[in-house]
């Protein structure tokens, strides 16, 4: 083994030729030493272990220009989402519309308005360029826009209720993901939960039952992720909003994957934001990148009585959203209020395909694949369902079309040849077959995925 590790030949003279490697040439000598090093670590490491190398200076060079390939590709990187699931979190939910690229790569060019009133000549508040684009979509009598959904409702409660007590159902005392958990927001926000009602059913009497003089809010959280099916009961808004008005509190909803305009779905209905204010809501909060298909934000809407003590309040700076959320924000809000949305917001677009595109698409992926049979590949178009993800529409399965591909090798080891190129394509698995979901996939999407197949199959890189 010392033999062999004699043979590694040293840093200097490696480094030498490598920056003579044109894959090399643009990078730092610093740079070059350090990748040297790891790779010559990692060789050492192999011999350690009884693994076969080539300890030739080509050989080491060969695997340094890897290594050097590997650190220059983006770990932020696009991937093909072949899984159906519209509002992917784990791919970053929504994919933004045209306008919304074009407002975010304009202003991220250059200088912008974000807090310059050009009409006035002087300072102006970030807040204010889609406030009023928010309001005309929803009738709110006012908006402000935070980083995120979460951060809207710690915002909310820590600037409406801190040190009263705010009314949950416990049919609503939800954990979305990760540490996002109802009862640990209002913690958090210094506001003090009171639990009412039981896990399937609440009724009016019970809200009116906890309302005592430190009441300083009465709390809805959209159920997204689950479904209690059954012997279940919530108060109408309409009657929530009459008790929290007679009592001078607001009514809050955090309404999760907020939506512009009212969806349907199979056997589930999502109010939009306008008829969620309009039933008696308050404050409503909800997300920007989740059904109503823009960048990642969190939208409050409500009086401007509520509104105001936010505005004013230090958290709002820690939560404040940057220019390029706000871009996208408000070209994806022209979409709403000057375009047609179902056809320019990608998350509608995508939600309202019919069957017979899908089933197109799905036959045009096959086509694509002909070529591949000829390497064992079977290909069958076939109806499926899937899920829109996200935190919406929970429970409801969606019909769609894709293709089934079975191969030589177990789909697990195709699944993990098509995760693991430099465009990750992410399937589902069923039956022992590799699924492509067409839904969510364009013509150029179906071309890249069918040329990354095509490698997979010769066995090249991809
Ligand atoms: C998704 C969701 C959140 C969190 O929203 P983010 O924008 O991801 O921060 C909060 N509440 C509900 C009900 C949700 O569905």
Redesign the pocket.
Known sequence: MSQTFRVLPSIDKLLHHFQEQPEAAAYPRSLLADVLRETLEHLREQIRTGREIDPTPAGILAAAVKRLDQMASPGLRKVINATGTILH?NLGRAPLSRQARTRVEEVMDGYSTLEYNAAAGKRGSRYDHVAQRLCRLTGAEDALVV???????LLVLSAIVPGREVIVSRGQL?E??GS?RIPAVLAQSGAKLVEVGTTNKTRLSDYHKAITPDTGAILK?????FRIIGFVEQPEDEELSRLARAHDFPLIE????GTLLPLKLGDWQEPSLRQRLAAGMDIV?A????LLGGG???IILGQKRWLAPMKSHPLLRALRVDKLTLAALEGTLLDYEMGNPLEQVPVLSMLHQFPQQLEAKAHRLAALFDDLRQYGWHVQVLALTSQVG???FPGVEIAGWGVQVRWTQSAQKLETRLRLGSVPVIVRIEDDAVIFDVRCLDEPDLVTLAAICGKIVKGEQV
Do not use: L, M, P, Y
Not at 221 to 225: D, F
């Open positions: 979190t980083n995120n959904n979460a951060a809207a409702v939800v979305i993901g996002f959280v959209h159920t997204s992720n955090d309404a999760g994957s909060t997300s920007g990148d989740k990642q934000a969190g996200g935190g919406s």
